[in-house]
Structure formats: structure tokens, C-alpha cells
């Protein structure tokens, strides 16, 4: 993969922000109230070619290099948080495949996504283990002729019901741990023995429609496995998923301040005359927000820029970084937002409550802080520390 | 007014507890997702007395002192925020009855409240004026032949289509400033005059049900007004008002916290053979949000033990104390809640969620925090320092 | 003990407010300087019963309650917090005699206090060991013909040279752990196999004097022994010390305000012509250090008020947030006090900077912040918990 | 001015990197207790070509570009906090030569820097006056035949009586405003009307020796002064200064947190048997410490990068913001460094208690905390905002 220049990298974050501000922010709050996954957005970011950002050129994909690719995610954010989240999490589906298929794997599902704008979603989640505390999976997979059986129940499944394919994290039966019995099998959403379970009804990232699922007795085939046990952690996936997260904290923060800096700039209460933008405590605390997300934007994207040419090893200091970075800023200026707007702003026909339900429901997925801390920690303390641990 | 002894104020809180944990508590997720007033509730307060806390006991009222009072708004906050912030504003109301009516306004309207379990509300915010800045009413009264005439549009109107009367602060058309012209119109809901405006629809205290509402040649008799021009500033109710959003913070948060230790308590995640409240750094951010909410309790109850025996000049700085204190302490241990129980917790199914967007809803109410760091300050450094700048 | 009367503690308060002002606050900079015990503050102190404010009266003390007690040492680090620190250790000191002596001990040593005006110190600090991780003592104490003999080093050995009997905490040679063998030997100055080590010189509480002491086959006579094995332990006096360094915190940053209130109301700089305190900036970070500190003060004094009346075994997490509260508190005062009044402020003539100094190396003091932390969450969430980790 | 090569700059910092190291960082703490001028420092630095950081290669200088002279700045600091803010004042003053200075002042100053090793000054507060509130000259600069005659008590004269030039900022008589009237006129060191007053005795930074001066009818001639009315504020040096402060704080707390990794890595308590940094609630704050510092870092070295391509009128949001994030970050960082080590390290042995104490004073200098927020939200809110104020 070769790094897209300045220009070429402007022009492409040009072409998503155009989306974002035509089509993505006058859908967001439909989409939020009806927790319905933005499915009129993945159309326009297929025919724009961005639901293959991770796909190979070879297979008709962008490819782009990491810096771009947390680009574009954060430049979506600002405009829908669920739209950014359920495509970076296709995104690393795609990865999957792209690190763990074989070539014939590669072709089909490839294909499927480039020129039938087919999405793909990944579920690790269950309900008895917390991803936050260990990164742990249960769900059985047994071997079987021509293939396997799976069984368990999932939950937080994201884009359940609009998906194509479900990518299941699972479990060899008999395994001993994660590293050697971790594996993932590619469900097509028309699976017999997949049912969506439960509703998905949550304070904020509501588009992402991430209800529970139920594998009963459910048959892959062996040609939908990807990679060998072990493979989908190996393979360092998970690290781009927390820089993603990363991605969208900073994003949706972004477009809650500028929305609040356009606020202050043109609303005037009586008795003054002047915009409130003009009042010196008014400017302290947007400056106090500036100075916040402008710190957190500098880790993200030094943390971006670097992914691609540290070791594996070295990237989850890294992300953890980052993650915990926009965590903080990302909560702190959308609570300010509020604050500096006052009570209108609590209102659904703006968009910064929305805001401040979205981080704080996306800032929740794994790793959380302490983990995070520990991992920038040990690797300050120069111990190895990786962010997650693994059961 | 005499205080309760403790033990007759413990009764009472024993009683408003079971109250709240027997009906607003299970009542609350559908209020706020309707974005309905609790009227069940209120039928509910009616019955064991609770809509005349303030009402004097020659009217058949509770007339309990400010620490019982603040303290039964704190405990039904616990269960059902939008409850207890309504109550609170009917009291208020009641409240203005006690302290401006003649003696024939307050047979009047109290006789409504008690013996017919009649809601007041007040209302005071308009679109042009941000009331956290500047505390200004411009909604013109013109005097004519019987009584005035009211005109105008205000929003953030509580309980519009619920209260009975709406006691609408108004400017006696000619006035100077709020001090001379500041006046309060008692108008039935009935009055042809009101009509309600727009929607509700908001991140939090979505049960509170507020509004716009427009006046519109409206009609007030003389004897509908309550108390000489300016008297509405003057009666002090505006303070215990302030107090009572503190109160009213503290018991989202400490429902919040309640939830948050019991769910520490009973929830095991595997590997892990305990429950995570062993966890050490579990322990830690628990500690962490006790001492934060005990510390904020301490100085809200506090200020409501000091409240009746201060000159009326000192409570401005009382209640800036009161309302920081108790606004920094929810925000912080409500967003932290979210943090212990993480991605489950965002679920509408467990309260938390609600308590987040109640708090941070609620705490954008005047004064706003600069205004009240200014009036502690000006307490501290020896200068005369009221939280509210009148315009 | 019976409690003062609130005029009788009033009374006490202003006496020792006197003091304050009058001897302790002129000196304090010099013993700051020199690092210098307070000597001359101690003959005053002795004059006016203050060093047998633990004693029992049958003994000639003051043997004042819990919440007097906690205030006087608050209101002695007002002024100098060396001073209050150090006459808080005397007095836990006697308070161990007052526990652990026998009749004929307790006869002895307060004679010394109350009519000789001599100090009690008391160590248990080590070189290898944190007592701020765990408390463990491990100074061996060997028994032999009449008595025993001590050997080891202690550090941060608090009116080394000035106290006229060391407390010692060691442990019984041949004791399992400190619950079976923690032993209090109280070392007379002039007992030959003492010797004072190393410098006292860091960054503040420099009167307290704290450097080395070695012991070298030391001799301890059978009735210089204080109590049982274990017995120091169970006296519970370590909740006293941990409560009364929070006194000191809180004491310190309140004189630090005191003098920042009264900077800010009497300095004005060209070209402005009224004090800084008419800038509401300035008001508004003087509100939020008055808050910050009067938040954390009635939490210790709840503490202090509590103290008496619970079980032993709860006031562990009864002084961790009084501690915690105290400790966050001053550091955010005094941090701001500095800031507050510029430049200027950061002149030894000033006393603000010294508070900065005392507070950062006061608060170090065990237990530190992840264990109190520790301690309030799992009071909070009903497990039990100790403050410290005994070894 | 050509930027260094990274590999140029690298090879400069190295060099740098070893002074501090075998030169500063031993001598740092007898300057500091002396409060006396690193004068063998200076010696060093000149031999090495640092006092000429800023002087023109046609004059013998280094003259590096702004992103090589504030990381000098910067490393310097993290073993001696006042050796890097003198060499910064006096490149400063370096500056102002350079861009105010006539070819023949040039040529008579920079041989003194380059080939005698002297030292400029810089002065500009006086006592009535807080430049932190607003930057205001009021020692009046009076014409008489040949030159001027200068008046007037100035405070904070860092390096009086060891630098041979002091710069001293004064006003024009009859001048209306700083704009029009601020001079800087270049006074000898052994001019007979300048006399040093008071002392310099105070909580850090006490090696930048910073007295009183007076100047009594002290003659100027009319080639010591340099540039003409309002040049010295025209010059921008003022943006300079304050972005090398941030370097200094950020070095300072880089210093300290390596110190604190390093004590971690290798302290072992009984009855541990691995060193503290095996703790994971240590891991967590040293992982705090570590994200906090990086961060900050980040903002410096943005705007330190950016300094020479923006316009001069941008420099001021650009040098509020590494100057604000620097402040905070070293503020949290050394005063959790000594948390973390504990209470051994508030021993003047050890290096951090003196990182804590040079971090508070030096932050104190001007543009204060709300000036700086104040900056950053106006160019956020789009309106034109210098950080200081000019009187």
C-alpha cells in the first residue's frame, strides 16, 4: 500500500466532506431517533467507492494508507457518528478478509462489496464477558463434515439485519486459549441458523442498530472460515479498530464545536447587541474546548501516521494513545458544548445533544481507560503492555 | 413555619421513599420516552399531601421548613427526575401564592391545590432572552379597563397542558426595569387567551414537558395578579428555586450511584469467578464517585439547613454554592456510572442512561456556572454578590 | 471525654486563634528557613495547655473531644502548618500512652507533658518500606533480661533532637505479623543507643524535622514497653494520625485563601484603578477555590464530628474521605492561590508559597490517594475495607 | 534563516543532550539553593556556540530556525529549568538586537555575545504594574542633548548583575500609548545610574536571580537604544518569549517524568519483591503522566514548527496554545511525579521536588491562564485575538 500525497489525500477528504455536509448530517437525527442504520449513506459511499477504503486495488478497492483512512472516518463523524462507526467497522471486516482470505475468499467477498455495495460486520461481543476487562470469546465452533456448527448467543452484533455477512468471532471447540482457538467464521445473513435477538434501543451511536444474535446449530461452511486458529488476533485488527474508535470520538466532538463556535458566533440575547462569541468568558471556554480536541486531534493523528510503520508489537501503546486522548477531549467538549449553547441546546433539532449521547455511549467500547492507561504506562515504564488482555 | 424534628422528617422521607420506589421509579423510562408529565405521580404526591409542601397549615398545607423540603425533592429525584423537578416548580409556585396573594387569592388557589390536587406553574423564559445571562422578562401587561392584557411568546414553559394556572412573569408595560415592572399573572390554563406552541422533545427531563407558549391578547383580571410590581423579584422565591434544581441534581446522581454499587456488586464477568466490585480499580472510581456525591451532599444540605435562618440578601451565595457544588458532582458521577458499567449500561433498559441526560439537561438551568463561581467569589472576597444580574 | 459546649469550643478556637496570629504566624518563615523545630511555638503552647490536649483531665489534660480537637489542630496550620503537624504527633503520642500505658506509665509520662512541657514523637517510618503500599514495621525488637533490646534504622523521624521520648514502632522478634507483633517502645532522647542520621532538608514542612535515627543494640527497659503485641495496632490511633493530617491540609489551604482573598481586595495594578478582586474573572476563580475548599471542610469536620461515635472498625473509611477530600482540595487551592495572585506570590515574604510547599509534602503522607480511593469504594460498596494494608 | 536538516538538528540536540546531562543537570540543585546565576553554565554554552542561537551567521552566530531553537530550549530545561529560561531571555534579547539593532549595534552587541561570551537581558515589569493583566511600560525614557535619561524602579531583572546589557523596556515621554511610545534602550551593566534592589529569594527558578533595579537619572545614549517607538512591541520577540516559556515548562516536567519512570523501574518496598512499577494502579499514573506530557508536547512543537511560516499577527493564538497546554501538563505532571515516587522525593536530594517548584513559579509568567484561553477562543471564534493586552 502506497501513502496518497497531500493532494491526493485533501481531494479525497474534500469529496467525503461534501458528502458528509449534502447527504449525512440532514439524515443524522432520522436515523438516531429511529435507531435505524444509515443505509441511504452506505449507498452514496459505495457509489463514491468508500466501502472499499481497505480493499486491495487489485480487487478494485482504494486502499489508502492509514492516515488517510482514520482521516476520512473522523471527516464522517462530524456528520453522523453511527455512519463513521459502522463503516470503520466494515472496514475492518474487509481487513479481515484482506490479511486472513484465501484468494478465492478474497475474490468472492471482495466482489460482492466493490460492485454490489455489500457490507460486511464483525461480532466478537457476548453476553457473560466483558471485552473491556478481557478480550475473551466463548462462542463454540465444532467441527463438523465439510465444515462446522456454530452455537451461542452474541450481543452488540452491529449493522444485524443490513450486514451481508456476519464475520463471528468464535471459539474451537477443545481450545485452550485464545491465541491458538480463536477463529472467524464468515455467516451470510441468510443463514438459517442466525436469528437477531432483542432491540437496540440505547442512549446514543442508535444507527448503529447492534442488537443480540443467536447461532443455533448454525452450519459454515469450511470455505467460510477465515484464517487458521488464532489468525484474527495474530492478525492485528483489533488494533485499527481501537484507533478507528479513536477516530470517531474526535469527529463527533469536532462537529459539536463547530457547531457551538457558529452558535456563539450569531446568536444574541437581550439586552446586548453583540453575539455571545463576543463575551470574554464565552471566549475562555471556547478556547478551553479548542485547545482540548486540537491536543487529542494531534495524538490521533501522530498515532495515525505512525501505524503503518511501527512494529504490530508497538501498536497498541499506540492506540491506546489515542484512544484514551479523544476519549477525555471528545467527553469533555461535547458536556462544554452544552454548557456554552445553554438549554436550547438540549433540544433534538440541534445537533449537539446528539453529540454528547454519541460519545458518551461509543467512548464505552473496549478498551476502556484503565486498560488504556495501564497500556501507555507499562510502555512509558518500558514493560511490554499490551491494551487488551486476552483470556 | 416550624421545623420537623427528625424524626417526624424521617417519617416523611420514609414515606416519600416508598412512594418512589413503589411507583415513580418503575413509572419513569415510559414518562421520559413519551416525553409525558406524571400525572399518575402526581395523583400519587396529591394523595399523601405532597402538592401542598408549601402551603401554608391554615390552608391545609404541609408548610414544611426549607431542610425537609429540599429533602423530599432529593428523594423522589432518586427515582423519577422529571417528578421531582415539576414538584418542585408547583411548590415554588405555591410558594409565590404564600408569599404575594391576598387572602382571598390564596383561599382561592390553595383550596385548588389541596382539596383538588390543581398544579401551578411558572413560567418566566422567552426566546430572545437567555435567563443563565441576564434574568430579564420583556412579555408586555397592558393595563386596561378591569385588569391587563398579556402578549407575547415564552418557551421553557413546564407542565403547559397539565398545571392549571400558569403564573407567567410579565413587565407592566411603561416600567423602567425589573425591579419596578416585574410581575406575576396567574392565567387558567383554560384562558383563550394561551396557546401552546411547538414541541418537546429534548436530551433529558423529558417528563417535565416544556414548551413554548403564546399569549396572545390574553385577558387577566386584576385579582389574577399576584403582588405589586417588582414583588415577584422581591419575594426571594427565585433562590429556592435554585436550590431545589441542586437538590434535584443530587438525587439523579445518587439514583445513579445506588445502581451503579449494586450492579458492582452483583455483575461477574467471565473468566473472573467474582463480581467486579473486587476488582480494585472497580473500587477505585466507586470511591471515587462516593466521596465526589458526599462531598456535593454535604454543601447542598448545608445551604438548605442554613436557608430560613439567613437574611434573604445572603442567599444568593448559599445557593450558588449549593447549585455548583451539586452540578459539578452530577455531571462527573453520572458520566463516570456510564464509565463502571460500561456498554451495557447505555442500554434504555437500566436507568442510568436517563439519570446522564436528566443531569446534564437539568444543569443547564440558571444561573449557569460562571454566573455562580462570580456570586461565591463576590461572597468570599466581601463584595455584595447576587448569582442573578437583573436586566 | 465529654464534648465542649459549642462557647466553651468557640472559646478554645479563640485562644488558640490568638496564638496563632499573634506567635506562630511572625515565625513561621524562619523555622520554614532554618528548618527548625518550633520550639519557642511549643513553650506557648505548653503555657496554654495545648500539648495535653489528649491527656486525661484526672492527668491535668484538656482531653478535649474529637471535633475540638481536629479544629484546633486546622486552625494551628492556618498559620503554621509545621506547628500543627508536629503537636498533632505529640499528641497522638499521649494518645497511645493514654490507650496503652499502664496506670504508673501513664503517671510518668504525662507528668513530663503536662507540668515539663516535653514532647512525645512517634515513628514508624523505614527505609525499605512504603507505609503509603503497606504498613509493615519490621525494626526488631529482641527480648532479653528485663527488658529488650531495639536495632534498626527508621526514617522520617518527626522532633528527632527535640521530643524528649521517642515512640517506636517495632516488631517482636519472631512475630508473625504485625496484628501478633507490633510493639511500641517509648525511647528516652538520651538513651545512648540512639543516634539522629542524615539531613532534613526537602520541600516543605521543613519544621517538622523528620531526618534518620538509628538504633544500636538500644535497651529498653520492661516498662518503657506500651501495651501488648499487637497492641498499637488495635489502639486505632492511626485513624487519628490520618484524620488530623487532614485538619492540617484543610488549615493550610485555608490560610493560603485568607491571605488570597485579601490580596485580591487590596492590590490594583495600572492601569486599572479598582483592586483585582472587581475583575470577574478573578471573582470567579475565588469562588471556585472557596467551594473547593469549603466542600472538603465539611466533609472533615463530618469526619471529625462522626469520629466519636462510630465503631472502631468504620472509621477507617470515615478519615479516607476526610483525607482524600483534604488532600485534593488543598493542592487545587494552593496551586490556584499561587496562580490567582501572579508572580509576586512565588517571594518566600510571601506566605503563599510556603502553604504551596507544605501542602505537596504534607499530603504524601500515608495513606496515600489509590488506597483512600480504595477504602471509601469499598465502604460504598459494602465490603469491608480498611485504609491501610498491614504488612 | 534555513531550517536545519533533521539529521542537523538531531546532531545539535545530542550536543545539548550531553552538556545537560554532564555539566546542568549536576550543578542544578548548589544554583538552585544559592539562587545564584548558572554563570559555569554559561561558560559552557558559549563555547559551544548556544549563546548565539539567535545571532545572524553573518555575525558569527548559529541562527537556527525556531522549530531547533525552542527544542534546544526545551532540553536544556529538563535538567536545569533556569539555565534554559535565562539562555531563552537572553536570545531574546539576541533577537531584538537582530531586528531592531543598526548594522553598527549589531556588529558592537553580537561580538560581545560571540567572541566574549556576554550575556543581554531583558526588562520589562515593573512593580505597579501585572503584564499578566496588561502589558504596560510606564518607566518614562526622557530626551536630552545626545541621547535620554532614564527613570524609574523595575522588578523581575532576571540575570541583574550577571549579563553586561540590560535591555530595558521604557516609555517616551509624552508618548500616548505602547504603540507609539515603548522603547527599548540597551543600558550598559556598569552604567553609574543603575543599582540593583532587593532580593531574590523565592519558591523556583531561583538561578534566573531575578531582583529589583533601579535607575536613577541613568544616561542613555542615542546609539543604545535601539529601533525606533513602538519597534520593540512591532517586533513580535514578545510571541518569542512566550512560546519559549512553554518549552521551558515542558522540558522541566520531561525531566521530572524520566526521573519518576526511572525511580519506578527500580524501587522495590518490602514486602514486594518487584519494583513499583510492577503495580498496576502505578502503571495507570505513570501511563497518565505519560499521555498528559505527550500531549502538550505535541502543541509546542505544532506551534514551534509553524512559527516562521504564519503570519506575525497569528503567532499569538499559536503561542497561547503551547503555552496553555504546556502550563497545565507540567503542573499535573510534576505534582503527580511526586505522588507517585512519594514522600522520599520531596527531598532536596532528589531532583523533582525542585521540577515542582520551578514548574509553579515559571508558569506564572505572563500571558496569564485566562489571557491564553482568551486568545485561543477568539481565533476559534474567528475574531482577531492577541494574547496580551497592551496598555
Known amino acids: 500500500m502506497e501513502s496518497l500525497t497531500p493532494t491526493e489525500r485533501r481531494d479525497l477528504l474534500d469529496r467525503i466532506d461534501r458528502l458528509a455536509a449534502d447527504r449525512f448530517a440532514p439524515r443524522a437525527a432520522a436515523y438516531d431517533r429511529e435507531a435505524r442504520c444509515p443505509v441511504e449513506n452506505y449507498e452514496d459511499l459505495w457509489k463514491e467507492g468508500f466501502l472499499a477504503l481497505n480493499v486491495p486495488r487489485a480487487h478494485g478497492g482504494l486502499e489508502v494508507d492509514p492516515l488517510t483512512y482514520f482521516s476520512v472516518i473522523e471527516h464522517i463523524a462530524r456528520a453522523c457518528a453511527s455512519t463513521a462507526m459502522t463503516l470503520h467497522m466494515h472496514s475492518c471486516a474487509t481487513k479481515f478478509v484482506a490479511l486472513l482470505g484465501t484468494p478465492e475468499q478474497q475474490a468472492r467477498y471482495f466482489a460482492e ?13 457476548e453476553t457473560q464477558i466483558s471485552l473491556t476487562r478481557t478480550f475473551l470469546v466463548s462462542t463454540p465452533l465444532r467441527p463438523v463434515d465439510g465444515g462446522y456448527v456454530l452455537n451461542g448467543d452474541k450481543h452488540f452484533c452491529t449493522m444485524a439485519g443490513v450486514a451481508s455477512y456476519y464475520l463471528v468471532w468464535c471459539m474451537l471447540e477443545g481450545a485452550a486459549d485464545m491465541a491458538t482457538g480463536a477463529m472467524l467464521a464468515a455467516v451470510p445473513a441468510d443463514n438459517p441458523g442466525v436469528s437477531i435477538l432483542g432491540e437496540w434501543d440505547t442512549l446514543g451511536m442508535r444507527a448503529t442498530v447492534s442488537p443480540g ?67 470574554p468568558l464565552i471566549q475562555r471556554q471556547c478556547g478551553e474546548m479548542a485547545i482540548t480536541l486540537d491536543s487529542a486531534r494531534l495524538v490521533v493523528y501522530r498515532s495515525a501516521a505512525d501505524f503503518a510503520s511501527v512494529e504490530q508489537s508497538q501498536r497498541s501503546p499506540l492506540v491506546a494513545r489515542a484512544k484514551y486522548a479523544a476519549t477525555q477531549a471528545a467527553i469533555a467538549v461535547t458536556t462544554a458544548c452544552l454548557q456554552v449553547c445553554g438549554g436550547r441546546s438540549a433540544f433534538k433539532t440541534l445537533p ?26 507499562r510502555d512509558a515504564l518500558g514493560l511490554s503492555g499490551a491494551a487488551f488482555k486476552f483470556g
Not at 458566533?265 to 437581550?270: G, Q, S, V, Y
Request: glycine fraction near 12%.
Open 352 to 377: 449537539v445533544e446528539r453529540a454528547f449521547r454519541d460519545v458518551r455511549t461509543a467512548t464505552l467500547m473496549p478498551p476502556n481507560i484503565d486498560t488504556m492507561l495501564g497500556a501507555i504506562g
Open 213 to 279: 444474535a443467536r447461532f443455533a446449530e448454525c452450519f459454515v461452511r469450511d470455505d467460510e472460515i477465515l484464517g487458521p486458529p488464532g489468525g484474527v488476533i495474530a492478525s492485528g485488527v483489533l488494533d485499527m479498530l481501537g484507533l478507528g474508535y479513536a477516530a470517531v470520538y474526535l469527529g463527533i466532538a469536532q462537529g459539536a464545536l463547530d457547531f457551538t463556535l457558529d452558535y456563539c458566533r450569531t446568536t444574541t440575547f437581550k439586552p446586548q447587541v453583540t453575539p455571545i462569541g463576543h463575551d
Open 113 to 125: 462489496v466493490v460492485e454490489g455495495g455489500k457490507l460486511l460486520a464483525s461480532w466478537a461481543s
